[in-house]
């Protein structure tokens, strides 16, 4: 079944569909993220089951999940990625655009040219203050990166 066809599950047919809310809030993408993640399509020999609830795939948590996230603005390329990376608790900005986040509107300063950034977010920094530029190599001796926590599959 595609994601838009009406479904033939009993329990769909007398609930019917969860609304999107209107105006969406950052907890609404979350949960979204964690339902299209958490109910993922289980092949069976009677066809693609949730994951989850074991209802017909796409099951009506897994539809509401993509409809909250295509009105999010992500398309369904980044939807599908979500859902192959696994992670239920995956952070997707609010507001989201098509570029990344959207820019903050708070008045800080712009980075100046020759100063990168590095992958840090710029501070506002004093009127006629040099930004500090710090070597590559500090001398210090530099942790290895964490592993990524594992989550426990649904069942």
């Not at 569909?17 to 092949?43: G, I, K, N, S, Y």
């Not at 900005?93 to 977010?121: D, E, I, K, N, S």
């Amino acid at each position: 079944m595609r994601v838009g066809e009406q479904s033939t599950d009993p329990i769909d047919q007398v609930l019917g569909e969860v609304p999107v809310p209107a105006p969406l809030t950052p907890e609404d993408v979350r949960l979204a993220v964690r339902a299209v993640v958490v109910h993922t399509a289980e092949e069976w020999p009677s066809g693609p089951l949730c994951r989850n609830d074991g209802a017909t795939y796409p099951c009506r948590l897994h539809r509401w999940g993509r409809r909250v996230l295509t009105e999010h603005g992500l398309n369904e390329r980044q939807i599908d990625a979500l859902i192959r990376h696994g992670n239920p608790f995956v952070h997707v900005p609010f507001p989201f655009t098509v570029t990344g986040p959207a820019p903050a509107r708070t008045g800080t300063a712009a980075p100046r040219p020759g100063y990168p950034l590095h992958g840090q977010a710029a501070r506002a920094a004093a009127p006629g203050a040099r930004p500090v530029v710090r070597p590559a190599s500090s001398g210090r001796p530099v942790a290895p990166p964490a592993t990524a926590p594992r989550w426990p599959r649904a069942s």
